[in-house]
């Protein structure tokens, strides 16, 4: 799925128009300039909302403790396999590393982890660096710098996680009549989850807030740009 938003976005709109046109850096520019800007509030916003750090580490060891489960995702089992070696026989009964059957341990923080202990670290560690995943798919550093606001066309940047996996997205598109910024969320599995993540109520209020924020942020400009613009006059 690929998240769209509308909330308060006809304000922030009204105001944008507005504040192009007193900008002296012109339309385009000032698209790019308020849209990074919404950006950098919302990544701030989200950033407020994900669960204190190793907080979810320390319930789902809990949860273990007490007797639950953890399902450790195929994705965070091959990878632990690839790094160790491991290959499972035909059946998918027996693991074996280096074509002996296993019996393999590794030294972990000063203690010795077996297999199943390790696949377990792997997915408390995956599922704890998802914890801003939200607030990191809207962080793009520098964007109105990177954006070439003179340039007709489409301009897109990416947000990718260090496990390569694609975000969110950027477009910026510019043509003679008029200049617009795209932000979305969805078109893979990672990317839409944090479409799904993004509607819930307090996400949704974060993206209102954002933008009430970058909108305010434009009206002080435009109201000081008037007042200069009356005191002128009145000389």
């Known amino acids: 799925m690929t998240l ?12 944008l128009t507005r504040y192009a046109a007193l900008s002296s850096k012109g339309a385009a520019e000032a698209v790019a300039k308020k849209g990074a ?27 273990l403790a007490s007797g639950g489960g953890l399902k450790i995702r195929d994705k965070i089992r ?21 074509g002996k059957k296993l019996s393999a341990s590794k030294l972990v923080g000063g203690k010795r982890l077996n297999l199943q202990a390790l696949l377990v670290r792997a997915e ?17 550093k520098s964007l109105s710098q990177q954006l070439a606001a003179d340039r007709f066309g489409e301009q897109r940047r990416k947000i990718i996680d260090r496990y390569s996996r694609f975000l969110s997205e950027v477009g910026f598109k510019r043509d003679r009549d008029s200049s617009n910024l795209t932000f979305r969320w969805g078109g893979n599995e990672s ?31 435009i109201i000081r740009k008037q007042t200069q613009a009356a005191r002128t006059m009145a000389i």
Request: aromatic share 8%; no cysteine; glycine share 8%.
């Open 191 to 221: 990317s839409g989850k944090m479409a799904v993540a993004l509607q819930k109520p307090r996400q949704q209020a974060a993206i209102a807030a954002a933008l009430d924020e970058a909108r305010a942020d434009m009206m002080e400009y």
């Open 37 to 63: 800007d919404f950006g950098f509030r919302l990544s701030r916003k989200l950033l407020t909302l994900a669960p204190d750090k190793g907080s979810v580490r320390e319930n789902r060891l809990a949860a």
């Open 4 to 15: 769209t938003f509308q909330t308060n976005l006809d304000e922030f709109n009204s105001a």
């Open 78 to 98: 091959q990878r632990v396999y690839a790094k160790l070696g491991v290959s499972q026989t035909l059946a998918g009964r027996k693991l074996r590393m280096g």
């Open 124 to 140: 408390l560690n995956a599922r704890e660096s998802g914890r801003g995943f939200s607030a990191f798919s809207a962080r793009y």
